[in-house]
């Protein structure tokens, strides 16, 4: 049985695409036949975040438009080999895509992959609806601020109304990604805390992320960070990925790093 | 005599089989481990020794006074925690049930731009978002948070205190500083618009 999971954030810029990237590759080293989609449409970063945007020939709206074939569109991942990548369209023409065409798309994509993740645009508007419309589960990212927040608990709002699932009398499956939290911030109580946002979008919890200068490093090289071990960061994302695959793992709470002159010593070096 | 009042958060477990409380615990470990446990049921020597390996605090079929509740999900969606409604909110529901008058049950959230608009009262079980809004004809009565905002024209509203809500009686903007029972009871009386705590007496 093969899901379509949609990460979504409402907000911009929260980690969305840094989730389906490190989130996919995850899902791959777990052995499962895993496809990440970019439906940002006219952005296009996922192919970068995992290093393969000089690989990229076709994209997802030329094999829509029967341009070009599934085959010749997708790219394998050099990371590893059960995680492929279809890229998005760069034309600046955001109604291109129709539901039709998109649920056609996905079928043919279930029936190669176990796991479907689509990268929704920012915002919510028709790129994200188009995003969630055939989706049976959802990824809320969100970071621990009261924007985000609320641009989120708007996006799930939508996600309950607009889904086919939900219109065919069914539910959307809904499971959050706190992303960014600074365990420093935590410890001295200024940042609003995992339960306090959880009691307000009332969701299932998947994982905590913490802000990790490493992510944006890991970008720019096209090696996300799961495939760094030491990395806190790409470590929860290990965790969050073992969950999507069914293994259930504990919540760690991020924890702020040792003091004192060693520990800050040792933080210059990693 | 020095005395203190403060609020602790505390989960209520049923115990079906030790082994799936311990697992359910570990999971969510992190995220419990600052709660009162009130564990009900049967509860056997692997479970006490978890317990207290782990330093969590806890209680075995202890009444303990009642509080807002609400059903969670934590990770481990298959395990036994549900909460039941605490007596006030299920004598509300009937009371209101029995009214006669047409009435309207949302059960869900409401999230940031939904909003409903019904020609009769409203009764909302969950929280209510900021950026949410309920706009009725008759009472309003909101058992969860309310963070979004509340219109009412009709006899009365019920609802616990707010920080961020904007509520409106009648057109009229309440003061979030007077909303400050456990749960208030906005309505008129004589052409004025009172605000009184809502007891368990007023119920029955
Ligand atoms: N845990 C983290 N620690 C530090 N930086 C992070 C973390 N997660 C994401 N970032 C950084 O935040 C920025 C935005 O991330 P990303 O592009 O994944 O967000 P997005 O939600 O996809 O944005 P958009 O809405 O524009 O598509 C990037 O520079 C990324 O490297
Ligand atoms: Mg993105």
Redesign the interface.
Known sequence: MSKVIAVISGKGGVGKTTTTANVGLGIAMNMKQCVVVDFDIGQRNLDMILGLENRVVYDMVQVMDGEATLEQALIRSKANRNLFFLPASQTKDKSVLESAKIEELLKELRQKFEYVILDAPAGIESGFEHTIEFADSAIIVVNPEVSSIRDSDRAIGILDSKSKRVKDGGEVEKQLIINRIDPDMVEKGEMLSSEDILDILNIELLGLVPEDKGVIDASNQGQPIILNEKSEAGKAYKRISKRLCGQKVPIVQPKAKSKGIVGKLKGLFS | MKCKQYTIKVIEIGIDDSKSVI?FL??????LKNHLLSLKGKMDSNLKSYLEEKGFRYVNNMDLPSGRAKDI?????DTNTTVENTPEEEEIEELYQNMGSPLKIIK??L????YVEYDGSVLIT??M???AKIAALGSVIALG?V?GDISSVGDCIIMPPTKRGNILFHGVKIDNESLKYPINRIMFVNDRIIIKPLSKKEIN
């Open positions: 697992e570990e999971i969510n470990y992190e995220l999900t934590l990770v481990a969606p869900t959230p999230r940031s731009g939904q969950e929280r978002n900021s950026g948070t963070e």
